[in-house]
């Protein structure tokens, strides 16, 4: 996970566990909303370049502009294919909506019980992270690219 220099030690603040949930539930939730922008945006913008070279092309625009326009198109297939948006947003989604429920179990337990539920919402939470961890590196590793940790603990 990035962090800045003035970001604050979660293991330093009144409920370690807690802060612990919250910090890791905040990355997902950024990567989450940056993926599923990307998703969005790649999609509509092949949309667009799709439907401006068959427009060109109807048009009787040049040659170079319409090839121009399909290697757009091109490049926008790549691109989704590399980025792998959608596939982020559905990884990132799952571990929110899951460190958000483990968030919510240890809320519901009563101050007296927080220490044992303390311990649980901390490993709940290192157990999602590597999992969908787990997930990313197959995916990198099916699709013939090496995984690297430090890469992705900053996307």
């Known amino acids: 996970m990035e962090r800045t220099a ?20 905040a990355w997902y939730s950024r990567n989450n909303r ?16 799709a439907a401006a070279t068959t427009l060109a092309a109807a048009i ?21 294919q590399v980025f792998a ?10 571990a929110t909506v899951q460190i958000e429920h483990e968030i919510t179990l240890y809320r519901l337990q009563p101050p007296e019980g927080r220490a044992a539920a303390g311990r649980r919402l901390v490993l709940q939470v290192d157990s999602i992270v590597a999992e969908e961890t787990q997930g990313w590196a197959e995916r990198l ?15």
């Open 6 to 25: 003035q970001a604050p030690d979660v293991w330093e603040s009144p409920d370690p566990p807690l802060a612990f949930a919250q910090d890791q539930l």
């Open 34 to 49: 940056n993926a599923r922008i990307g998703h969005y945006s790649i999609e509509v913008s092949q949309l667009v370049a």
């Open 141 to 155: 590793r099916a699709s013939g690219s090496p995984p690297s940790p430090a890469v992705h603990a900053v996307e």
């Open 85 to 94: 948006f959608r596939e982020k947003w559905a990884t990132m989604t799952w």
């Open 60 to 80: 009787g625009a040049t040659a170079a502009l319409t090839a121009a326009l399909a290697s757009l198109t091109l490049l926008l297939t790549g691109l989704r």
